[in-house]
């Protein structure tokens, strides 16, 4: 049996989880096997920088955690499994998919995107869906277009009463 002491370090371990996940967006699931050290650390650098982290936790704790939080995830509870946590909803989920595309061995399992699990299709939806700055930047382009065509018709418009006096 257990000690007193570990079962409690474990209970903190799950309640580490379950605050982790309500405080985050975009929570993803994946199995790092077969990425070496360095690969990891570069995976860990890229995500500090859009305010995420990685951690690796034994699945028996996730899964206490998942019920905790009454979240399906059994299915995907095997294997070396390591999680991520971002503040962000979209940005973690890019810098991740964009590594799987270059390194195989790293596969994204199902993830919690604003508190409901989501497959690796809709995760893959989301990373195809462009930054903030370039939505922001479709937009401006296309109400400047509105602007554009009203000087143009504005323009001839005033030299049109020009060429009536």
Request: overall charge negative.
């Amino acid at each position: 049996m257990a000690s007193e002491r570990i079962l409690e370090e474990k209970k903190q371990v799950v309640k580490e989880i379950v605050d982790k996940v309500k405080n985050s967006e975009s929570v993803i699931l994946f199995q790092y096997q077969g990425l070496t050290v360095s690969e990891l650390t570069e995976l860990r650098n890229k995500l500090k920088e859009v305010n995420s982290e990685v951690k690796v936790y034994k699945n028996t704790l996730l899964k206490r955690a998942c019920d905790e939080l009454k979240v399906d995830m059994n299915g995907f509870l095997e294997g070396p499994n390591a999680i991520l946590f971002g503040e962000d909803l979209l940005e973690p989920i890019k810098v991740i998919s964009n590594f799987a595309k270059d390194h195989d061995k790293l596969e994204i399992r199902v993830g919690i995107l604003s508190g409901s699990v989501s497959d690796v299709n809709v995760i893959r939806e989301y990373a195809s869906i462009p930054s903030r700055d370039g939505l922001l930047t479709m937009l401006a382009s296309g109400m400047i277009q509105y602007v554009r065509d009203l000087s143009i018709a504005l323009n001839l418009y005033a030299e049109k009463m020009e060429g009536e006096e």
